[in-house]
């Protein structure tokens, strides 16, 4: 069982940045990903860190502006998130562990998840 604490969130104008973090309870090889979900609409992943492959991952909605990098001696998943923008505004969730047969992006491939941190984007 892996343990995820989202931090990080909070409120900016647009335009601005946030970094949020990710803290796992221990060591995974598995991909880690961030998706977020906004008021009335459906979760959606957002970017996603693969060990085996050395790949990351990006939604092309945020594609050049987010940044997604790990740091595994602290068991750690960051997003940069810079020229934020309104419809970033969202509860953002860290994901991790592995159910076969699912895409990257699919939150069912994901077994772990934290409680998320809310970022909100004012115009």
């Known amino acids: 069982q892996v343990q995820l604490v989202e931090s990080g969130g909070g409120s900016v104008q647009a335009g601005e940045s946030l970094r949020l973090s990710c803290k796992a309870s221990k060591y995974t090889t598995d991909c880690m990903a961030w998706f ?61 562990g592995f159910v076969p047969g699912f895409s990257t992006f699919d939150q069912r491939r994901y077994t772990w998840w934290g409680q998320g941190t809310m970022v909100t984007v004012s115009s």
């Open 36 to 96: 977020r979900q906004a008021p009335g609409k459906e979760r959606e992943g957002v970017g996603v860190s693969c060990m085996t492959t050395g790949n990351t991952y990006y939604a092309d909605s945020v594609k050049g502006r987010f940044t997604v990098s790990r740091d595994n001696h602290e068991n750690t998943l960051y997003l940069q998130m810079n020229n934020l923008k309104p419809e970033d505004t969202a509860m953002y969730y860290c994901a991790t």
